[in-house]
């Protein structure tokens, strides 16, 4: 059979896209990306906030158009929003052959075989306790690929559905990850992304101690060129942790801390651990370490209970602060969660301008930052050539996959993706650098 999958959604969310792959291309079954023909379509969804549901649901009605016209037999949906709204999936949108929950993603050879049968399969196993430890058919471009460290959460954020849908918190065993690891340096990558909702905590609930600092020293014996971090909690940095951090030369100094807001009253309505000063001094003292230190982080406007005090606060920190990469995203009002029944609500509308005044803000943060790389020299992770742009695109060690910018550059010779490449950065514009090879 030819099984096509999709993927919504975070980077999490994708390994655990791969992991499917991998059982049905053990079964034989050819494994593609493109529905179009395919018997199978397995759609892997993100259900966090409203806007990922939209995606999601514009996705299946995508593909349920295809099965229309005969051009796709059946229909497998799984991932976050299969477990978010399990009674209702079915009813609501019949053109669904089956669902998988986050607790079931080993199901899906299953799945796909009674679909195949004539049935609606439905699993939804124990979201606590799932198999992080299988094959996985990589999907990005092999020079880079995700290494995730450990599934769910205990943070349990007020605005937050994540423990609801991935469970508890869970790390993966060491020996494990360095056996996964490795495989993936044989494949060829050179660049892996340490992942999971929270990677500070690795460790904790498998011996009582964060192991974080540890598990990396052993990923950086390995042959990768550059180690990347997401996510880390900021509460939970250890000396120990930046030590190996600023001391590693293979784990790139850019660090993706979500913080979410500053405003102390605002932290401890999102049952955020730590306050504004704690925070300050935190940045402050990565900065000093480690030199050269690229800082990524998240901020949610329109919380209940956000003034117009509270937001002039966050723009003042994010003025002073000099973040380099900042996501910006309006409160969602998520079922479930403790925000959701807070009364006193900012309306959609001012979280939406908030939200908009602070990325126009960080923009022109992100243009000083970009003019002081002119004139200096990048090393360059190169992903092709960009026919729009007419030039190569690439990445530096201050642009993570998917969520920054590019370097674009031009070269005397042919540069192969995945080559490293040291760039002499002459412009800049709209976010990304410009530059060229330096021979």
């Not at 993603?105 to 939804?124: I, L, N, R, S």
């Not at 996985?136 to 423990?163: F, M, T």
């Not at 900021?234 to 600023?246: H, N, R, S």
Request: proline share 4%; hydrophobic share 40%; glycine share 8%.
């Amino acid at each position: 059979m030819n099984i096509a999958f999709l993927s919504l959604g975070c980077a999490k969310n994708l390994v655990n896209t791969e992991q499917m792959m991998a059982l049905c291309a053990a079964q034989g079954w050819t494994v593609t990306t493109e529905p179009d023909g395919a018997d199978v379509a397995v759609l892997n969804t993100c259900g966090f906030i409203d806007s990922a549901k939209s995606e999601a649901i514009d996705h299946i009605l995508s593909l349920a158009h295809l099965k229309e016209q005969g051009r796709l037999g059946k229909l497998l949906v799984a991932g976050c929003l299969s477990q978010r709204y399990q009674l209702e999936m079915l009813e609501e949108l019949p053109e669904i052959d089956g669902l998988l929950g986050t607790g079931s993603y080993t199901d899906v050879v299953e799945a796909v075989k009674a679909m195949e049968a004539g049935d609606c399969p439905t699993f939804f196993g124990d979201i606590h306790h799932t198999a992080e430890d299988g094959q996985r058919l990589v999907s990005r471009p092999l020079y880079s690929a995700y290494l995730k460290i450990a599934e769910g959460c205990d943070n349990r954020c007020a605005y937050c559905v994540i423990p609801s849908l991935r469970g508890r918190y869970r790390s993966r065993p060491m020996d494990s990850l360095l056996a996964e690891a490795r495989s993936l340096a044989e494949q060829g990558v050179r660049e892996l992304i340490v992942v999971a909702q929270d990677i500070t905590r690795y460790g904790l609930d498998l011996d009582g101690t964060r192991q974080l600092p540890q598990l990396l020293t052993e990923l950086c014996k390995l042959p990768f060129h550059w180690i990347r971090l997401h996510y880390l909690y900021p509460d939970e940095f250890t000396d120990q942790l930046i030590d190996v951090i600023a001391q590693e030369p293979k784990i790139v100094k850019y660090l993706d801390i979500p913080i979410q807001h500053v405003n102390d009253g605002i932290l401890r309505r999102m049952n955020r651990r730590g306050t504004k000063a704690e925070l300050e001094a935190l940045f402050a003292k990565l900065r000093a370490r480690v030199p050269g230190l690229v800082i990524r982080t998240s901020i949610i406007t329109g919380l209940p209970g956000e003034g117009e005090a509270e937001f002039d606060e966050l723009c003042a920190f994010l003025q002073n602060a000099r973040l380099e990469r900042v996501g910006v995203f309006p409160f969602s009002p998520e079922e479930g969660t403790p925000a959701f029944a807070m009364t006193d609500r900012v309306d959609a509308e001012t979280a939406q301008k908030r939200a908009e005044l602070l990325v126009d803000l960080q923009s022109r943060v992100m243009d000083v930052y970009n003019e002081s790389r002119l004139g200096t020299v990048l090393e360059v992770l190169c992903e092709g050539f960009d026919p729009a742009q007419g030039c190569y695109a690439g990445r530096s060690y201050a642009d993570s996959a998917d969520v920054d910018g590019h370097v674009y550059f031009t070269a005397a010779g042919h540069i192969p993706a995945g080559s490293f490449v040291n760039v002499r950065v002459t412009g800049a514009e709209n976010g990304d650098l410009t530059g060229e090879v330096e021979e």
